[in-house]
């Protein structure tokens, strides 16, 4: 049987606590007890852990064995920021997916409303990349950026590898292109930048900024895809390809 598995709030090098909605969970819902065996997640490394108190706000554990984990897929999605809740199901499936970080780009066709109120969003959506990552078992919860401008997000990308999502690309799909950025030399899984625009898609001003910037435009197929729809199945087709061993 498969063991519960939760991601510690506070830990050390062989304790970890759970408190709030968790807590209240394990201690009233499943009514948690001394001695029993979970599996929870601490600072990034998944262990054994085995519950030492209980109380109606807080489960300490005691950290037993590391056990063995998946990796986060090496992937940093920039996703233009669009109808938050549409927006909000393509963060928590991008994370059941895998992704490492998002970040929440704000696009020249990003509806003025959305944007102004996109900053005061972000926690909510840190919060469901929170549930998401336990429900899917992730050992790692994906960074949610603060919502930032197209510029400066370019600006500040470190990805070796950078992928723009393009409706005017006809040519190159998106699965070809990232066949041909991986290293074949290296046992490292360098990460790559994927950007989706709003509805709409981008402006030319902002194509001339990806190129500026040497981002690859690639496409999906020919149909016109939602926002949602184009990211995930763009994080599906990179996790068939960049999916760490």
């Avoid at 600006?155 to 040519?171: N, V």
């Avoid at 070809?176 to 490292?188: F, W």
Wanted: net charge negative.
């Amino acid at each position: 049987m498969t063991r519960r598995r939760f991601i510690a709030d506070t830990w050390s090098p062989t304790t970890a606590t759970l408190t709030g909605d968790q807590a209240i969970h394990l201690a009233r819902v499943l009514r948690a007890e001394p001695g029993q065996i979970y599996d929870v997640v601490a600072g990034g490394f998944l262990h054994r852990a085995e519950i030492t108190t209980v109380s109606p706000t807080e489960v300490h554990f005691t950290l037993h064995e590391e056990l063995e984990s998946d990796s986060a897929l090496p992937l940093h999605l920039l996703l233009a920021v669009f109808k938050f809740d549409h927006m909000e199901w393509a963060i928590e499936k991008a994370t059941e997916l895998g992704v490492e970080r998002i970040t929440p780009i704000l696009a020249r066709r990003t509806e003025k409303h959305l944007a102004q109120a996109s900053a005061k969003r972000a926690e909510r959506w840190r919060r469901i990349a929170l549930e998401a990552s336990k429900q899917s078992r992730r050992t790692t919860i994906p960074e949610i950026a603060d919502p930032i401008a197209l510029k400066p997000a370019l600006e500040q990308e470190q990805s070796p590898i950078r992928i723009l999502l393009s409706e005017t690309e006809q040519a190159t799909p998106l699965a070809e292109a990232l066949r041909q950025d991986q290293p074949t030399t290296s046992n490292h899984q360098p990460t790559t930048a994927l950007a989706i625009g709003p509805e709409g898609g981008w402006t030319q001003d902002e194509m001339a900024l990806f190129t500026q910037h040497q981002w690859q435009p690639v496409t999906l197929g020919p149909r016109i895809l939602r926002a949602e729809t184009a990211a995930i199945a763009a994080i599906a087709i990179a996790a068939s390809i960049l999916q760490p061993n």
